[in-house]
């Protein structure tokens, strides 16, 4: 009786444990599975073959592409990374467990796993594409270049590679070697209209406007009514100063796109640019009932404003660009202090280039902005002071020196007065020379 209980065991244990042959014919099962997109029989199969081989590369290896394939992301970079620690010498199970973690949105550790498998396959370019791939899809250019570069240089002819580095050269506003690619990439499909725009803003980017107005209406002769491609024609128009030629684009195009801000925006600019200052502010206002945080156009609303007199409704939208544009939020301050010089208010004024000093304390621009309002007040001793206290961070600077002159020729200073004439006239000639002018007035 105890023998046959033991028989039973034995075979049924047997039975549990796949044989080398059962294992090969489960690998062949779970591989028609996958060619036939029979994802969770591939599973089944590989599970199997798991249990009896947990070092079996391949099949964990299958397993994480048919759980990929059902969109399973954790339980396909649970069988990637194992066929990454059982079988290290394979490439697809790493870069598997890449992609997983990436769909798991897990940036960080997708790089860490990709990087790590750039330093073990060292030669292969489908590893570099992939780690460069992850910094993008990470949205983290400046990490993608090196590997995007490095696979360009072993794929030159790869599209999509070209492609992706170019993108991200224009991301980060490295124009020149964006033009150059999108440009090659141009020659080879003149009639990809994403191409061409890209290219485009790559020569606009590197101050190459004419040969953006080419490319684009070479663009707008296939595709006369694209109104993304006629927008940034007149972009380049305008960047030309060909402000007629741009405003000929954007009137109709206004027109015909009412609800596009930056049309309206671009058109405003264009006036502005001609001398219409009130069909400027009117442009600007509808791009900004379109878009109410249309930085930009609240900024140059202000210049126009300003060019007009408008004191304070230039002030409101010099001060509402500060909050939109934190990047340009000091010259918005210092705009602000420009328009209550102008009124007269001299105290609002100085308040403003404070504002405008605090948030860019290593700009000598700002400080000198303040030498002068105070100069235009008369203020002749709160300017000294506060320009030589400048002059301490900026010893050099002469757009504070000349200001300084300014305020020693109306206190009677002449020894201090020599001591910056001397400085200007190694830096700024024309500044010394309109000292010594007003010195004979």
Same mark, same amino acid.
């Given at each position: 009786m105890f023998r046959s209980i033991l028989i039973l065991f034995l075979a049924i244990g047997m039975a549990a444990t796949p044989s080398i042959s059962q294992t090969a014919a489960l690998m062949k099962s779970a591989q028609q599975a996958m060619s036939k997109q029979d994802w969770q029989g591939a599973i089944t199969s590989t599970q199997k073959v798991v249990k009896a081989e947990p070092k079996n590369g391949p099949a964990w290896i299958i397993q994480s592409m048919a759980y990929l394939q059902l969109n399973n992301a954790p339980a396909a970079a649970s069988s990637a990374s194992t066929a990454a620690s059982v079988a290290p010498t394979i490439l697809q199970g790493w870069l598997l467990w890449g992609e997983a973690l990436q769909r798991m949105n897990k940036a960080d550790s997708a790089i860490s796993v990709l990087t790590t498998c750039s330093e073990r396959f060292p030669d292969s370019s489908r590893v570099t594409y992939a780690l460069g791939m992850a910094y993008v899809r990470a949205d983290r250019c400046e990490g993608a270049i090196t590997p995007l570069e490095e696979t360009m240089f072993r794929r030159p002819d790869n599209v999509e590679i070209v492609k992706q580095l170019a993108a991200c050269y224009l991301k980060l506003e490295r124009f020149h070697e964006a033009a150059d690619l999108f440009g090659r990439l141009h020659e080879s499909s003149p009639n990809d209209q994403n191409i061409s725009l890209r290219f485009a803003e790559s020569l606009l980017g590197s101050k190459r406007a004419d040969s953006a107005v080419v490319v684009l209406r070479e663009a707008s002769q296939r595709l006369p009514d694209n109104a993304q491609i006629l927008t940034l024609l007149a972009i380049a128009y305008q960047q030309g100063g060909k402000y007629p030629e741009a405003r000929k684009i954007?009137?109709?195009?206004?027109?015909?796109? =009412?609800? *596009?801000? #930056?049309?309206?925006?671009? @058109? +405003?600019?264009?006036?502005?640019?001609?001398?219409?200052?009130? %069909? &400027?502010?009117?442009?600007?206002?509808?791009?900004?009932?379109?878009?109410?945080?249309?930085g930009q156009a609240w900024f140059n609303l202000g210049i126009a404003y300003a060019e007009e007199g408008f004191?304070?409704?230039?002030?409101?939208?010099?001060?509402?660009?500060?909050?939109?544009?934190?990047?340009?939020?000091?010259?918005?301050?210092?705009?602000?202090?420009?328009?209550?010089?102008?009124?007269?208010?001299?105290?609002?004024?100085?308040?403003?280039?404070?504002?405008?000093?605090?948030?860019? =304390?290593? *700009?000598? #621009?700002?400080?000198?902005? @303040? +030498?002068?309002?105070?100069?235009?007040?008369?203020?002749?001793? %709160? &300017?000294?002071?506060?320009?030589?206290?400048?002059?301490?961070?900026?010893?050099?600077?002469?757009?504070?020196?000349?200001?300084?002159?300014?305020?020693?020729?109306?206190?009677?200073?002449?020894?201090?007065?020599?001591?910056?004439?001397?400085?200007?006239?190694?830096?700024?000639?024309?500044?010394?020379?309109?000292?010594?002018?007003?010195?004979?007035?």
């Open positions: 954007l009137e109709p195009l206004s027109a015909s796109f =009412p609800n *596009d801000a #930056d049309i309206w925006y671009n @058109l +405003g600019y264009v006036q502005n640019a001609l001398g219409e200052r009130a %069909d &400027a502010i009117k442009a600007f206002k509808k791009a900004i009932a379109i878009r109410s945080n249309f004191i304070d409704e230039g002030v409101n939208a010099f001060q509402r660009a500060a909050i939109l544009l934190p990047t340009q939020a000091a010259t918005c301050y210092n705009s602000v202090a420009v328009l209550y010089r102008r009124s007269g208010s001299i105290d609002a004024s100085v308040k403003a280039h404070r504002q405008a000093i605090s948030l860019a =304390p290593k *700009d000598p #621009d700002m400080y000198s902005a @303040l +030498g002068h309002t105070y100069l235009t007040a008369e203020r002749y001793t %709160d &300017a000294k002071d506060f320009l030589e206290g400048a002059l301490a961070t900026f010893p050099d600077n002469a757009e504070i020196l000349y200001p300084l002159g300014q305020c020693y020729i109306r206190l009677g200073d002449a020894a201090a007065l020599d001591r910056v004439l001397k400085q200007l006239d190694a830096q700024r000639s024309e500044y010394a020379a309109a000292l010594r002018t007003m010195m004979k007035l």
